[in-house]
Structures are given as C-alpha cells and as structure tokens.
C-alpha cells in the first residue's frame, strides 16, 4: 500500500562556507554571496522518503518549502533525486516569519495538500540551528512528532517504526500515522541524482519561472503536466494573515552584532624545536601540563 | 503570575546539570526582576526530588509524578506544561537545549503562541524600544545567541508574548548552590486532571541509555581540530599529542561536518562547552560560534598557518606553521622534558 509523504525542505545559505566578503559594510549578512544549498538534513529526511518509496509501492513524495523564488532550486534537486513533485510557498506576506510563523505558514500548506500519512524534515536548519519548525508543525497540526529519528523501519498498519538517535543512546519508538518524524544528521546520506530524472525533470518549472523563459518552453508542459512546480502565494492556502510573517513571529532580533574578537595580548612562537621547547618547558613549570 | 520558571530534566532519580545550571542563571534574574523563581519536576517516583533543586534557589518546585511521564514523551509533557503555564502565567521560561529539550521547547511554545530561542549562549535583562509602534518595554529578557554559522551574534526578544522562553545548552551557564540550606514550597501537579488519553499514543518499544563514551567536557587538556587539519588521517596526530599529554580530542563543527571526528566531540555553540585548563587549536580558524564553546579555557594555544585566523587573537600563545609539522615538535619537547 503507497504512502503519500511530504518531505520539508528548507534552501539554506551555506554557512560552511563563508568567504570573505560574506558580510556587508553594514554589518549584516550578504546573502548574495553565499551558495544557496539544500539543507543537509532535509536531504537525509528525503532520503528516508525515498528509502520508503521503495518499499512501499505506489509512495508519493512531495516536496514542501517556503522561501525565494530561486528556492525552486532544491524542488528540482529532490526530483532529480527520485520525489515525485514539489510545492514551492512563496509570498512577500511570509518574510520576517520566525520559527512559529513558518511553521504556521507550512502547517497551512499542509492542509491545503490534504493527503499525507507522514511528514519527514531534516531535524534543523544549519542557518539557524534551531530544530523548531519540525515540531511546531506537528503541534499546529495536532499530530504527534518523532524527533531526532534515525532510521526508518517500517510505516504500515497505520503507525510507524524507528529509531531515534538522541545524546546518550537510543530509542525504538512506534508512533499512530499520520506523523511529523524529524532526521538527524547520522541518517545515511541522500542518494545522488539519477540521469534518467534529471532529463526528465530538467525543465521543471514554477509558473514565474516558466514566464521569463523564451516562448520554446511555454508550452512545455500542455503534455508533460509533472513540469509544473506548484507556486502557492498567500493567497492559494487558507490563512490567517496575523499569524504570518512578521505579525506572526513573537520573536523579534532586537540587535545584530558582527562578531569582533576582543584582542589579548598573544606571544608569538615560532615553529621551530628551540622556541617550541622553551614553550613546553613554561608550561610543565607553570603545572598547564605534565 | 510572572515569576521564572525552569522546566527541569530528571534521568534516574537524579536533576541534569544543565537544569541546575538554568536554576542558578533563573535565581540571578529573578533577584533581579524582584519575582520568584520556580521549577517543574515531572516523571515517576520522584520523592524527595526538591531536595536536590532546592539548594539552588527555587521558591516553589511543581511536582507532577505519574507513570506516564517516565520516560520523557513529549505530548503528556507538553499538556501538563501547557495547562500548568496556562493557570501560572509565567514571564520567562527555560530549558535545557538537550534532545529532551528541544523536542519539547517548539511544542510548548507553538501551543502556546510564545517565542522560543534555541541555544542561547547568553541572558539578560533589558528595556526595549519600539520606535515604530512606540511603545516602551521594561524588562525584557534578551536572548542571546549566535547565528547564521557564527558569523553574527543576534539579540532576540519577545516584547508581546508571554512566556519569554529560551533553551540552553548544558555547560553554558555555571551551576552554583544557592544556599545549602534553602527552602521553598512544593506543590503537586494533579496530572490525571491534564493528561488526555491521545497523549500516550507514542510508545518507547526500546531504550538504551549509553553514558557518554565519549566526554571531553570533564578533560583538563582538549587538543581540538578544525578544518584546517585537512583529512580524518591527518587527525590522528591530534590523537597522538592528547595521548601524550593526557587529554582529550575536540573538534570544531566543520570538522564534524568533514567526517574527520565524531559529533560528540565537537566544541562549539551546537556541541559542548568546555572550560579545560589547557586548550589546543590545531587548524581551527575561529569562528565564534567554536569559539563560544572554549573561550573560557585557562590557557589557549592556537596553531595555524594563517597568521590572521582569528583564533590568534583569543589564544594565549600563537604558533604560526604547519600543524603536521609542529604537534611532533611538541611531543618530542615534552618527551623530552618529562623523563
């Protein structure tokens, strides 16, 4: 029997690579100048997903992401990969949205997509770190929520079991479907793109997209329906607007400092063995070691 | 009504250090905001557990024991603590940024409609003005943390919603004892009164609980490894060197993201807080995010090839080389200068 999952998925800035002119002059982040990159736990919760669809023929996978319009980016890259579509959220009405106003955003997309038996997403963000949004999902859904989860061993009978990987051990959990289970970092790793896909779903596109294309394209999809990447505004899900954006978010950045290393005073040792031995020899004197 | 409350971690009978850490942070801000300080205890077969927060300062200690609250799930949490902050109305509330914590913080706070910090690194008191809608907040809790890969340090608040809520990791904050001989009220939860039946639809099949094996937090020297080191081989040197010198292995987050060392050894704001008295930082460029994790060690020894990394401007003593060639240099000296 197919499982109709949804997959969240977040287009991060990747933080793991910060160059140098990463911050402006003012003092915020540059966002231009960082690579935009698909969440690196979103894709172990995608594979998970897909791991399922293999199991389970007939499995629909659905991408779900609020940002950007360039956001579309990871749809395709989880189609290349094996997900079955995706739905880009995207709307003025959502910036500023802090953890609890995305998640509201998302759990709205959510029900406007109806059928789902599970909810997969990454465990957090390396953006913000913060592992919010996956159970306050869950919470705005009424669902329950599996965090910190691992492996995937089985979604049928109507409830689900796996493991969760928590700071000291681990935990077989079994939990009634539909869910909301979040994916750590020591899940296997997504599998890569398969070429057959990547044809297939190269011109994969959202409505905005597909508009600055050149007129070859336009009518790409009257035959191929599955190149439609589905747009939704704010006005496509079923919201209240209070609770969006920045209306939504309870938390608010009062101040954001750049960081500056208060400087002490440092010796400077050369790497050679005279001025390396003199500093172990200080250091076994002043007991530091030995 | 607005008193600070800590929603303490209970494993064997025994509190968390990190709850313990939060009481002793909570006590200082409620002396500040003049208010009390209170902590919850929930689990099973918890008597005589206030003995153990008591000392470090709480007034009252809510007490909610019930075999469906051992061990931790989060939905008969997450209605107990709701209903609880529901009829106390809190104005802070804190939390250990375990797994523990972190699964039940988003929860509480999203059926709440209350902000949520995760991983704070700091927390104050402070006023807040609104120049827009203006209007001027007293007393706000500043909630501060790095972000964006520790590139930049935010000072999040919530100037509308109550409770102000944060999570901590353990280590971040000190555990001090307030008064040995400090005591405050305990009040019992009635949790048959919150528990829905659907709140026990998650069932623990198995658990195993490992002590950690891995536990840098407790060693005197880290010799730590950043990207720089270049490979999981070129890591075995670090080894080598803590042997030597009777330490432990860290690892910045880069390198945990590389595959060069486990995650239970990473420093840093999303591993562990570590004060040792000697700190070795070997290819570690310094990102504060790494460097909120181990800026409070005694003595800190940077060792890079780039003589701007900015790690050299928080160590002690600065070798500026090539990591591969140096750490051998060490080990002989210190062979040499021990027998």
């Known amino acids: 029997m197919g499982l109709n999952i949804i997959v969240l998925a977040k287009q991060v800035p990747d933080t793991r690579n910060v160059g140098k002119d990463a911050m402006k002059a003012d003092g915020t982040v540059n966002r231009a100048a960082l690579p935009a990159i698909f969440n690196p736990e979103d894709l172990n919760a995608l594979e998970q997903a897909l791991r399922l669809k293999d199991k389970y023929p007939g499995t629909k996978v659905t991408l779900l992401t609020m940002g950007p319009g360039r956001a579309a980016d990871i749809i395709r890259e989880g189609l290349f990969r094996g997900a079955d579509g995706g739905v880009l959220l995207t709307d003025r009405a959502f910036a500023g949205s802090d953890t609890l106003a995305t998640s509201y955003a998302l759990s709205c997309a959510i029900r406007k997509i109806k059928d789902y038996d599970l909810i997969l997403a990454g465990r957090q963000a390396i953006d913000g770190d913060t592992a919010q949004v996956g159970p306050q999902v869950a919470e705005k859904l009424g669902l329950p929520q599996v965090t910190y989860g691992e492996e995937i061993y089985s979604a049928e009978k109507g409830k689900i079991s796996l493991k969760r990987r928590l700071e000291r051990g681990v935990e077989t959990v079994e939990c009634p479907m539909p869910a909301v289970v979040t994916i750590n970092s020591s899940a296997p790793p997504c599998r890569p793109r398969n070429a057959k896909l990547v044809m297939k779903f190269k011109h994969a596109q959202t409505v905005t997209e597909r508009q600055n294309q050149s007129e070859d394209y336009i009518d790409l999809t009257n035959d191929r329906p599955y190149l439609n990447i589905a747009e939704w505004s704010v006005d496509d899900i079923e919201s209240d607007k209070e609770k969006l954006g920045l209306s939504g978010s309870p938390t608010k950045v009062k101040q954001i400092e750049n960081v500056v290393f208060q400087a002490k005073e440092s010796r400077h040792i050369q790497a050679n063995d005279e001025e390396i031995e003199e500093l172990v020899k200080e250091l076994i004197a002043n007991h530091t070691i030995g | ?339």
Do not use: W
């Open chain 2, 1 to 339: 009504m607005d008193n600070i409350f800590v929603i303490c971690e209970i494993e064997d009978g025994k509190v968390a250090d990190v709850s313990l850490e939060l009481l002793t942070k909570g006590r200082s801000l409620a002396n500040q905001l003049n208010c009390q300080l209170e902590a919850i205890a929930l689990g099973h077969n918890l008597k005589g557990i206030e003995e153990q927060i008591f000392p470090y300062g709480a007034d009252v200690v809510h007490i909610g024991d019930d075999k469906r609250l051992e061990p931790f799930t989060t939905l008969p949490y997450t209605s107990v603590i709701v209903e609880l902050f529901k009829k106390e109305k809190p104005q802070i509330a804190l939390l250990g940024a375990t797994t523990m914590g972190r699964d039940l913080g988003p929860r509480v706070s999203s059926a709440l409609q209350s902000g949520l910090t995760a991983d704070c690194t700091a927390l104050e008191i402070g006023d807040h003005e609104d120049k827009k809608a203006k209007k001027h907040y007293k007393n706000l809790l500043y909630q501060i943390r790095p972000a964006f890969g520790g590139n930049i340090v935010a000072t999040i608040i919530n100037p509308d919603c109550r409770p102000q809520m944060a999570t901590v990791r353990e280590g971040v904050m000190k555990k001090e004892i307030f008064s040995k001989t400090h005591k405050g009220k305990v009040k019992v939860i009635d949790v048959e009164k919150y528990l829905k039946p659907e709140d026990t639809v998650v069932r623990i099949v198995e658990r195993h609980i490992e002590k950690n094996r891995i536990n840098i937090k407790n060693s005197s020297i880290i010799v730590s490894g950043g990207y720089g080191m270049g490979s999981k081989e070129n890591f075995s040197i670090l080894y080598d060197l803590a042997e030597v010198l009777g330490g432990e292995v860290g690892a910045s987050r880069a390198a945990v993201d590389a595959g060069f060392a486990e995650h239970d050894r990473q420093v840093g704001q999303t591993g562990v807080t570590v004060r040792p008295k000697l700190y070795i930082a070997c290819g570690i460029s310094g990102q504060i995010q790494h460097t909120a994790g181990m800026e409070e060690s005694s003595m800190v020894i940077a060792i890079n090839n780039d003589p701007a990394a900015p790690i050299n401007k928080i160590a002690d003593f600065v070798i500026t080389g090539d990591v591969m060639e140096t750490i051998p240099k060490l080990i002989k000296a210190y062979k040499k200068n021990t027998k």
